[in-house]
């Protein structure tokens, strides 16, 4: 077993997929490799009021729905 598939393996268990096949395996170091890929690509040097923030509003207890 090669390192990149022993590091899958470890992967899947620690996200409770114990199950998966060779192939799923696979599939799921190659989306690794990429998360890692294009998060090597994403600045790192943002000041903080340049990072993105998601701001979610819930209603006032009573207001009609929109």
Not at 21 to 36: F, K, Y
């Amino acid at each position: 077993m090669t390192d990149d598939e022993t590091h899958a393996r470890q992967i899947a268990t620690a996200a409770g997929l114990t199950r998966l096949d060779e192939r799923q395996l696979a599939q799921l170091a190659l989306s690794v490799a990429s998360a890692r890929e294009l998060a090597a690509k994403l600045p790192k040097d943002l000041h903080w009021s340049e990072e993105i923030a998601l701001v979610f509003r819930l209603p006032a207890p009573g207001d009609a729905k929109r």
